[in-house]
Structures are given as C-alpha cells and as structure tokens.
C-alpha cells in the first residue's frame, strides 16, 4: 500500500465510495422497517377495515362504523377496542399563548393499546373525563414554558376549558401516528349529536377509524372468520350486506397500504426493494471497480508471485495472502465509509424526513457489518487471488 501510494488510495476511496451509498440505503431501508417497532405488542394490534363487493371489484376501506367497534367490544378474543376520528386541527390558548395544533379524538382504550413512552400523569385513566386532553411534551412546553402541565386548562377553539391529565413524550419520527393532542372520543359525542347517533346506529355509517387489540395467544387466521360477515345481519343494509370485515397487523400499516382484490400486496414497500437493489449494485459495482484494478496489476504481482513460488510458497498461500490483502484494504475502505455517512447523515436526514443514526451502540450492526465487510472483501480478492496465484513461476520469471 506504501509503495503504491495512488493505486491504494483509487482502491480504498472508490471501495470507500461505494460502502458508504451501500450503507446509508441499509440504514434508510432498516429505518422504514423499524416503523412502530418501538410500541410493545405490536403484533397483537390491528386496524380494522372492509373489504367492499363492487360490482365484482374487491375495493378495501379504512373507514369503519361505531356500531361495529360496540360489536367487536363483545368478542372473547378482543383485548381493546379504539376508535378515532382522521385527525384535526384546532386552536388551543393558554393565557396569552394561542397555537393551531394537529391531532386526534380517541376512545378511551387508545393509550392502553398503544403505550407510547409516558413524561407525566396517569396515561390509564387520562382519556376518562371527556373534558381531559392529553399533550405531547414539546406541545406542553410550547403552551406552559417550565411550569408543570398537569391540571392545567388549555381553551379548546375557545369554546371549552379542557383539562390535561398526561403528558406524551415526543412521537419519533417513524410513527405511523402523528398527532400533538388527544383528546376523548367522548367529548366528540358530546358536542356533536350525529357522532351519538352514529353509536346506535347502522354498520353502515362508516365514518370512522378503528382499532382492536387481540388477547395473547389469539392468532388472527382463526380469527379472522369470525368477524369476515359480522355486519350482514342488517338485512336491508346494501352497505353492510356487500362488506366484508378485515383487519390489518400494525406491521404492515407502513410498508403495505395498497390493497388488491382485498389483500395488502403493495405500497411503500416497492420503494424499498427498489432501493436495496439499488444498494447492493452500487456495492458490487465497487466490488467490480476493486477486482479491475487489482487485475490490472497483475503485471507487476506476477514477478512477486514468481519469486514467492520459486522459493516454495504454495498456491494456497498465495491465495491466503491476495485474500488477506484485499480484506485490510475492505476494512480500511469501510472506516472511511463510516467517516462519510456520519458527515452526509444529517443533509440526508432532511432529505428524506428521517432521523437516522449510525448505531454505534447496537451489537446487532456491528455483527452484520463485520459479516459484510468479510464479505466483501471475500468477493472483491477472489478473482484477482485465484488469478495472481495461478501464474507459472517459469514463466513469469523468464
């Protein structure tokens, strides 16, 4: 590597190069898997949705009915049941302080299903009172500053005094909700009448979205027919008559939102397949980069491995040495990876609206990146290593 000084240098930065776009594509596609993986029992919960006969045409909805969600409440299988609205903003005063805020009005079992990390105040009875609401951290901080939250009154659309009873730390950023306030789906059918009624009324009043989470040990393709033709008992309802109840794991809500013929089979998922392709080109493209170059030398390691055969060395040796070569100049290339996507992470973070980090701290990476790197470097000396080894030393020093 010292005697060549612009050879190694091509070798590590081009190798270098490649690892990094390699491993920032491997962060980017961990990360939208990562989605909601941070709730415990994620695969106990599941949005609840409908499968609609069209004409023959299979369309699937996520709007759903109250009556519905009171119906799946009865089920032995059923842990929590949740019903939300689609988000809103309102505005919220505190003294001085008037904020437009986004967020959701949840039934009361919400929390316990989705046990989102607690800063302050009882999350199991938060959402009891209708007129409670719950803020997320940076919410609280922004409308009370230092002083404590809790109990406090916040002005709802100036209309109504809400008091908080918990307080959420901040959602990360791979959270398939995103909502700065709750407050009780109670407090809904108490201001607006249609909201009441939709509770005693029709499967066919889909307005809604819902959530269940199922008891340990349920495993949803038993229980899925029970609640596939929960809503045909209304007879006279063409709506519910002609719909099927569904429900998707909170796993696949990110990746897999598109759905044919009543099946999850595609969404954001296309994206990253696409791109770990992507990864792995550009990484063998390195790959490739590194065994021309190392090919192109032959000329020069040829009379090396002549010597080397005239003095006794076998060809395994030989090949050990070539492999053992191209490996510290893999691990080399990849601390300078490692240099550059630390130094690009942030530009790219807010590229592509992500928080992403290099996690040092996780046994896990290091384990898949010396495998990689071992890898790598496995592929990128073996031609040149069975090729420089297979020279005849009569003639190469002839």
Known sequence: MVKNKIYSALNIVGLAAGMAVAMLIALWVNYQYSYDKFLPDTDRLYQVKRNFDSNGDTLTFASTSLKLANTLRTLPDVEYVAETNWGERHGFTVGEKKMNLSGLSVGGDFLKMFKYPRAQGDIKSALADPYSIVLTESTAKALFGNADPLNKLVRYDNIENLKVTAVLKDLPSNSSFDFEYLIPFSYAEIKENWIK???????????????AQLKPGVIYSTFAPKIKQIEKVEKDN????????????????????????????????????????????????????????????????AREVGVRKAVGSQRKDLIFQFLTESIVFVIISFVLSLVLVQLVLPAFNSLTGTTIMIPFASGIFWLVTVIGVLITGLLAGSRPAFYLSSFNPVKVLK
């Open 197 to 211: 009624q939709a509770r005693v009324g029709s499967y066919g009043n889909n307005s809604f979205q819902l959530f």
């Open 238 to 301: 063409v709506n519910s008559m002609h719909s099927n109840v569904i429900m998707q794991p909170m796993g696949d809500w990110h990746l897999y939102a598109e759905y044919k013929n009543g099946k999850a089979v595609s969404g954001f998922i296309q994206y990253v397949r696409l791109f770990s392709i992507i990864g792995g080109l550009v990484l063998l493209i390195a790959c490739i980069n590194f065994i021309n170059l190392s090919t192109a030398r032959s000329e020069k390691r």
